[in-house]
């Protein structure tokens, strides 16, 4: 069992940087590929960068540039350093854990950390 605890959303405006972090309890989070998937209101919900467990990173199109996901095993954390953000990067963020790199059906998921790019 993996409980995912998120923090760092917030308001920021146009331009400006935020960090998410994840905190993952259990002794076997390095053996999880980690995931940040967002949704914003009427939307589905979409992976937007994901790191394997070897540190094998992704990103979603829209994101590759801005976005660096990164972990560190020895705190059972996983971030998510975001830059340039735009208004429609406005969402709820959650982390994800899968034991399978790009974590594309998660086993657990955190209760999400809101994000909004306003002026």
């Known amino acids: 069992q993996v409980q995912l605890a998120e923090s760092g959303g917030g308001l920021v405006q146009p331009g400006g940087s935020l960090r998410l972090s994840c905190v993952a309890s259990g002794a076997s989070f390095r053996l999880y590929a980690m995931g940040w998937y967002r949704q914003a209101p009427g939307k589905e919900r979409e992976l937007v960068a994901a790191?394997?467990?070897?540190?094998?990173?992704g990103y979603a199109a829209s994101v590759k540039g801005r976005f660096t996901i990164s972990r560190e095993n020895a705190k059972n954390t996983v971030h998510l350093q975001m830059n340039s953000l735009k208004p429609e990067d406005t969402a709820v963020y959650y982390c994800?854990?899968?034991?399978?790199?790009?974590?594309?059906?998660?086993?657990?998921w955190g209760q999400g950390t809101q994000v909004t790019v306003s002026s």
């Open positions: 790191i394997s467990s070897g540190h094998i990173t």
């Open positions: 994800a854990a899968d034991l399978d790199y790009p974590v594309r059906s998660p086993d657990y």
